[in-house]
């Protein structure tokens, strides 16, 4: 009998897209693989990233939720930076998912994957941008099941992520969010929220500009990475529409045209350069994905 093999790939993505806190993403073009074989042992190649080998490994512990990894090799590779904001923990779920599924023919709707994805990441916004790609909008069900809708980007728009080398803890960027905040704070991210969807859904860039502001998450996590904001605050100087923090953080997510995506880069190179990286990182369409071997 030919022993099963399977390779899936997950983009990472960018949460909360400034007003959208737990609530949205997007998916962009760094990817995260992972190839599966039946080898009779139990094995898990890091591929250089420095994650447990063991059934610890949260990519092992997503694929046992669905199937025993007995006799399962598991090998790695990942452009996706660990602990910087950029959905690494998401794809490695999803990843593992996607994996026991097509592995073992399990025929799981990608609705039934984004409820296991958000009950082992703790919140749907990543997880849903994972498996269905472009810009996500997650919500709750009747039963309090993670929903999304999904949309593509509109033509023009262009991320530029600026990746410091800190890495920042998700645990303790949730612990500087209040269980509660003031209701002048909630409404201005409501408003801007709908800005921003309004704006993605009719390619209004200049609305999509207005709807990036949030007084939620950002401000009360300033002290974590405050050159991070530096960016934040100063991106329509460079020349973008704006800039967000990527999820916990503490990378920088700065929203541009393709027009201007050259010159912004060239502008934070200049400046931050020297401490983080600047590469262009577009929008993806493409959610998880099992390739053909």
């Not at 806190?21 to 995260?32: G, H, N, Q």
């Not at 931050?272 to 993806?284: K, N, S």
Request: proline share 6%; with cysteine.
């Amino acid at each position: 009998m030919t022993a099963r093999h399977r390779l899936v790939r997950v983009p990472a993505s960018s949460a909360n897209l400034g007003p959208g806190y737990d609530a949205m993403a997007a998916a962009v073009s760094l990817y995260l693989d992972l190839e599966v074989e039946e080898t009779g042992e139990f094995s898990l190649d890091p591929g250089g990233l420095q994650v447990s080998t063991g059934r610890d490994n949260l990519v092992v512990r997503a694929f046992e939720s669905l199937h025993s990894a007995d006799g399962i090799a598991f090998r790695l590779r990942s452009e996706i930076p660990l602990a910087r904001g950029l959905g690494s923990s998401a794809a490695a779920i999803v990843a593992g998912l996607f994996a026991a599924d097509h592995l073992f023919e399990l025929a799981l709707s990608r609705e039934e994957m984004l409820v296991r994805a958000t009950e082992l990441e703790g919140h749907p916004d990543n997880v849903a941008a994972a498996i269905y790609g472009g810009f996500v909008v997650c919500g709750a069900g009747a039963e309090g099941e993670p929903l999304a809708a999904r949309f593509d980007a509109p033509d023009g728009l262009e991320g530029i992520v600026v990746i410091p080398p800190e890495e920042i803890s998700t645990k303790l960027a949730r612990e500087a969010i209040p269980t509660e905040v003031p209701l002048a704070d909630a409404v201005a991210n409501v408003s801007s929220a709908a800005l921003l969807v309004l704006g993605l859904r009719s390619a209004d860039l200049d609305l999509v500009a207005r709807g990036l502001e949030d007084r939620i998450h950002q401000p009360r996590r300033r002290g974590l990475y405050p050159r991070s904001m530096e960016i934040v605050d100063s991106a329509t100087e460079l020349g973008a529409l704006g800039a967000t923090i990527s999820g916990a953080g503490p990378t920088v997510l700065v929203w541009t045209t393709w027009q201007e995506a050259g010159n912004v880069v060239t502008e934070l190179e200049q400046r931050y350069g020297e401490w983080a990286e600047v590469r262009r990182l577009p929008f993806t369409p493409q959610g998880a994905d099992v390739p053909e071997l």
